[in-house]
Antibody
Framework: QLQLQESGPGLVKPSETLSLTCTVS??????????WGWIRQPPGKGLEWIGS???????YYNPSLKSRVTISVDMSKNQYSLKVTSVTAADTAVYYC????????????????????WGQGTLVTVSS | EIVMTQSPATLSVSPGERTTLSCRAS??????LAWYQQKPGQAPRLLIY???TRATGIPARFSGSGSGTEFTLTISSLQSEDFAAYYC????????FGPGTKVDIK
Protein backbone atom coordinates (compact mmCIF):
# COMPACT_ATOMS: atom_id res chain seq x y z
CA GLN A 1 0.00 0.00 0.00
CA LEU A 2 1.45 3.32 -1.06
CA GLN A 3 2.20 5.76 1.75
CA LEU A 4 3.72 9.21 1.72
CA GLN A 5 5.14 10.90 4.82
CA GLU A 6 6.25 14.51 5.12
CA SER A 7 9.04 15.49 7.50
CA GLY A 8 10.95 18.62 8.40
CA PRO A 9 11.11 21.53 10.83
CA GLY A 10 7.79 22.80 12.12
CA LEU A 11 9.10 26.31 12.75
CA VAL A 12 11.06 28.50 10.33
CA LYS A 13 12.19 32.08 10.84
CA PRO A 14 11.16 34.83 8.40
CA SER A 15 13.56 35.29 5.46
CA GLU A 16 15.01 31.79 5.96
CA THR A 17 14.51 28.66 3.86
CA LEU A 18 11.77 26.11 4.46
CA SER A 19 12.91 22.54 3.76
CA LEU A 20 10.69 19.46 3.73
CA THR A 21 11.11 15.86 2.63
CA CYS A 22 8.50 13.36 1.48
CA THR A 23 9.36 9.70 2.03
CA VAL A 24 7.55 7.27 -0.25
CA SER A 25 6.88 3.67 0.78
CA UNK A 26 5.00 0.95 -1.03
CA UNK A 27 6.01 2.16 -4.49
CA UNK A 28 9.17 3.25 -6.25
CA UNK A 29 9.61 6.96 -6.80
CA UNK A 30 11.22 6.02 -10.12
CA UNK A 31 7.89 4.80 -11.44
CA UNK A 32 7.51 6.03 -15.01
CA UNK A 33 3.78 6.76 -14.73
CA UNK A 34 3.66 9.23 -11.87
CA UNK A 35 4.71 12.69 -10.83
CA TRP A 36 5.29 13.60 -7.21
CA GLY A 37 3.82 16.86 -5.99
CA TRP A 38 3.67 19.33 -3.13
CA ILE A 39 0.48 21.15 -2.10
CA ARG A 40 -0.04 23.52 0.81
CA GLN A 41 -2.99 24.77 2.83
CA PRO A 42 -2.79 27.85 5.08
CA PRO A 43 -4.74 27.42 8.33
CA GLY A 44 -8.46 27.65 7.65
CA LYS A 45 -7.95 28.26 3.95
CA GLY A 46 -7.92 26.40 0.63
CA LEU A 47 -5.38 24.31 -1.24
CA GLU A 48 -2.54 25.59 -3.41
CA TRP A 49 -0.38 23.45 -5.69
CA ILE A 50 3.31 24.30 -5.23
CA GLY A 51 5.01 22.11 -7.80
CA SER A 52 5.77 18.59 -9.00
CA UNK A 53 8.70 16.44 -10.06
CA UNK A 54 9.24 13.35 -12.24
CA UNK A 55 11.86 10.79 -11.31
CA UNK A 56 14.06 12.02 -14.15
CA UNK A 57 14.22 15.41 -12.46
CA UNK A 58 11.76 17.28 -14.70
CA UNK A 59 9.97 19.86 -12.58
CA TYR A 60 6.91 22.06 -12.91
CA TYR A 61 6.14 24.89 -10.51
CA ASN A 62 3.20 27.14 -9.71
CA PRO A 63 4.10 30.40 -11.48
CA SER A 64 3.21 32.39 -8.36
CA LEU A 65 5.87 30.57 -6.34
CA LYS A 66 8.37 29.58 -9.01
CA SER A 67 11.04 32.13 -8.09
CA ARG A 68 11.31 30.78 -4.51
CA VAL A 69 10.69 27.05 -4.91
CA THR A 70 12.96 24.11 -5.70
CA ILE A 71 11.85 20.47 -5.77
CA SER A 72 14.39 17.67 -6.04
CA VAL A 73 14.33 13.87 -5.99
CA ASP A 74 16.59 11.30 -4.33
CA MET A 75 15.84 7.91 -5.87
CA SER A 76 18.34 6.12 -3.64
CA LYS A 77 16.25 7.06 -0.60
CA ASN A 78 12.87 6.97 -2.38
CA GLN A 79 12.34 10.57 -1.30
CA TYR A 80 11.69 13.94 -2.81
CA SER A 81 12.18 17.35 -1.24
CA LEU A 82 10.84 20.88 -1.23
CA LYS A 83 12.71 24.11 -0.55
CA VAL A 84 11.03 27.50 -0.29
CA THR A 85 13.36 30.45 0.14
CA SER A 86 12.79 33.86 1.75
CA VAL A 87 9.74 32.73 3.68
CA THR A 88 7.23 35.08 5.30
CA ALA A 89 4.21 34.57 7.52
CA ALA A 90 2.20 34.00 4.34
CA ASP A 91 4.06 30.71 3.89
CA THR A 92 2.65 29.34 7.14
CA ALA A 93 0.61 26.30 6.09
CA VAL A 94 0.12 22.57 6.27
CA TYR A 95 2.33 21.14 3.54
CA TYR A 96 1.23 17.94 1.81
CA CYS A 97 3.04 15.64 -0.57
CA UNK A 98 0.99 13.63 -3.04
CA UNK A 99 1.38 11.42 -6.09
CA UNK A 100 -0.30 12.21 -9.40
CA UNK A 101 -0.42 10.40 -12.75
CA UNK A 102 1.85 11.58 -15.52
CA UNK A 103 4.85 10.77 -17.63
CA UNK A 104 7.61 12.25 -19.71
CA UNK A 105 8.40 11.20 -23.26
CA UNK A 106 11.51 12.76 -24.66
CA UNK A 107 11.44 16.45 -23.86
CA UNK A 108 7.68 16.54 -23.37
CA UNK A 109 5.97 15.83 -20.05
CA UNK A 110 2.31 15.30 -19.26
CA UNK A 111 1.66 16.02 -15.61
CA UNK A 112 -1.77 17.65 -15.46
CA UNK A 113 -3.80 15.29 -13.34
CA UNK A 114 -5.39 14.59 -9.97
CA UNK A 115 -3.64 13.88 -6.67
CA UNK A 116 -3.91 10.47 -5.03
CA UNK A 117 -2.85 9.51 -2.43
CA TRP A 118 -1.76 12.30 -0.11
CA GLY A 119 0.56 12.31 2.86
CA GLN A 120 -0.89 13.25 6.24
CA GLY A 121 0.59 16.74 6.03
CA THR A 122 2.94 18.71 8.22
CA LEU A 123 2.36 22.15 9.69
CA VAL A 124 5.11 24.68 9.07
CA THR A 125 4.88 27.96 10.95
CA VAL A 126 6.94 30.97 9.89
CA SER A 127 7.67 33.08 12.95
CA SER A 128 10.59 34.67 14.74
CA GLU B 1 -4.74 31.08 -14.76
CA ILE B 2 -8.01 29.20 -14.56
CA VAL B 3 -9.98 30.33 -11.51
CA MET B 4 -12.26 27.84 -9.81
CA THR B 5 -15.29 28.90 -7.78
CA GLN B 6 -17.51 26.74 -5.58
CA SER B 7 -20.98 27.30 -4.23
CA PRO B 8 -22.29 27.49 -1.69
CA ALA B 9 -19.45 28.15 0.75
CA THR B 10 -21.37 26.29 3.46
CA LEU B 11 -24.23 23.83 3.17
CA SER B 12 -26.30 22.64 6.11
CA VAL B 13 -27.82 19.24 5.45
CA SER B 14 -29.70 16.58 7.41
CA PRO B 15 -28.45 12.96 7.34
CA GLY B 16 -30.12 10.97 4.58
CA GLU B 17 -30.71 14.00 2.37
CA ARG B 18 -29.52 14.32 -1.21
CA THR B 19 -26.87 17.02 -1.59
CA THR B 20 -25.50 18.81 -4.64
CA LEU B 21 -22.31 20.88 -4.63
CA SER B 22 -21.34 23.14 -7.50
CA CYS B 23 -17.99 24.01 -9.04
CA ARG B 24 -17.40 26.46 -11.87
CA ALA B 25 -14.30 27.13 -13.97
CA SER B 26 -13.46 30.56 -15.40
CA UNK B 27 -12.93 28.93 -18.80
CA UNK B 28 -13.58 25.55 -20.33
CA UNK B 29 -11.62 22.69 -18.79
CA UNK B 30 -13.38 19.88 -20.69
CA UNK B 31 -13.69 17.03 -18.14
CA UNK B 32 -10.36 17.72 -16.44
CA LEU B 33 -11.84 18.03 -12.96
CA ALA B 34 -11.37 16.19 -9.67
CA TRP B 35 -13.26 16.31 -6.38
CA TYR B 36 -11.75 15.78 -2.92
CA GLN B 37 -13.18 15.33 0.56
CA GLN B 38 -11.32 16.73 3.55
CA LYS B 39 -12.21 16.12 7.18
CA PRO B 40 -10.76 18.31 9.97
CA GLY B 41 -7.14 17.49 10.70
CA GLN B 42 -6.88 15.10 7.76
CA ALA B 43 -5.44 15.22 4.27
CA PRO B 44 -7.78 15.52 1.30
CA ARG B 45 -9.06 12.26 -0.17
CA LEU B 46 -9.72 11.84 -3.87
CA LEU B 47 -13.38 11.13 -4.65
CA ILE B 48 -13.82 11.76 -8.37
CA TYR B 49 -11.55 12.39 -11.37
CA UNK B 50 -12.35 12.98 -15.00
CA UNK B 51 -15.42 14.85 -13.73
CA UNK B 52 -17.39 11.63 -13.22
CA THR B 53 -15.11 8.64 -12.49
CA ARG B 54 -15.17 7.47 -8.89
CA ALA B 55 -11.78 6.77 -7.34
CA THR B 56 -11.02 3.34 -5.94
CA GLY B 57 -13.02 2.54 -2.84
CA ILE B 58 -15.36 5.53 -3.06
CA PRO B 59 -18.99 4.64 -2.29
CA ALA B 60 -21.54 4.77 -5.09
CA ARG B 61 -23.51 7.47 -3.28
CA PHE B 62 -20.90 9.94 -4.57
CA SER B 63 -21.31 10.96 -8.19
CA GLY B 64 -19.87 13.69 -10.35
CA SER B 65 -21.14 15.30 -13.54
CA GLY B 66 -20.52 18.20 -15.87
CA SER B 67 -18.06 19.35 -18.49
CA GLY B 68 -16.77 22.62 -19.84
CA THR B 69 -17.23 25.15 -17.06
CA GLU B 70 -20.02 23.76 -14.88
CA PHE B 71 -19.64 20.74 -12.59
CA THR B 72 -21.55 19.12 -9.75
CA LEU B 73 -20.80 16.62 -7.02
CA THR B 74 -23.87 14.80 -5.75
CA ILE B 75 -24.13 12.78 -2.56
CA SER B 76 -27.30 10.74 -2.94
CA SER B 77 -27.94 10.12 0.77
CA LEU B 78 -25.70 11.94 3.19
CA GLN B 79 -24.10 9.74 5.84
CA SER B 80 -22.62 10.96 9.13
CA GLU B 81 -19.10 10.39 7.82
CA ASP B 82 -19.76 12.68 4.83
CA PHE B 83 -19.84 15.88 6.85
CA ALA B 84 -16.62 17.50 5.65
CA ALA B 85 -15.19 20.08 3.27
CA TYR B 86 -15.21 19.36 -0.46
CA TYR B 87 -12.81 20.83 -2.99
CA CYS B 88 -12.77 20.74 -6.76
CA UNK B 89 -9.50 20.88 -8.71
CA UNK B 90 -8.93 21.51 -12.40
CA UNK B 91 -6.04 19.99 -14.31
CA UNK B 92 -6.58 21.47 -17.74
CA UNK B 93 -4.09 24.29 -17.38
CA UNK B 94 -1.69 24.18 -14.43
CA UNK B 95 -3.28 22.79 -11.28
CA UNK B 96 -5.72 24.92 -9.30
CA PHE B 97 -8.28 24.24 -6.60
CA GLY B 98 -11.60 25.79 -5.75
CA PRO B 99 -12.12 27.48 -2.36
CA GLY B 100 -14.21 24.61 -1.04
CA THR B 101 -17.71 23.90 0.24
CA LYS B 102 -18.21 22.89 3.85
CA VAL B 103 -21.06 20.45 4.46
CA ASP B 104 -22.26 20.54 8.04
CA ILE B 105 -25.09 19.03 10.03
CA LYS B 106 -28.42 20.83 9.90
Amino acid sequence: QLQLQESGPGLVKPSETLSLTCTVSGDSISSSTYFWGWIRQPPGKGLEWIGSIYYSGSTYYNPSLKSRVTISVDMSKNQYSLKVTSVTAADTAVYYCARHPGYCSGAKCYYLSWFDPWGQGTLVTVSS
Amino acid sequence: EIVMTQSPATLSVSPGERTTLSCRASQSISSNLAWYQQKPGQAPRLLIYGASTRATGIPARFSGSGSGTEFTLTISSLQSEDFAAYYCQQYSDWLTFGPGTKVDIK
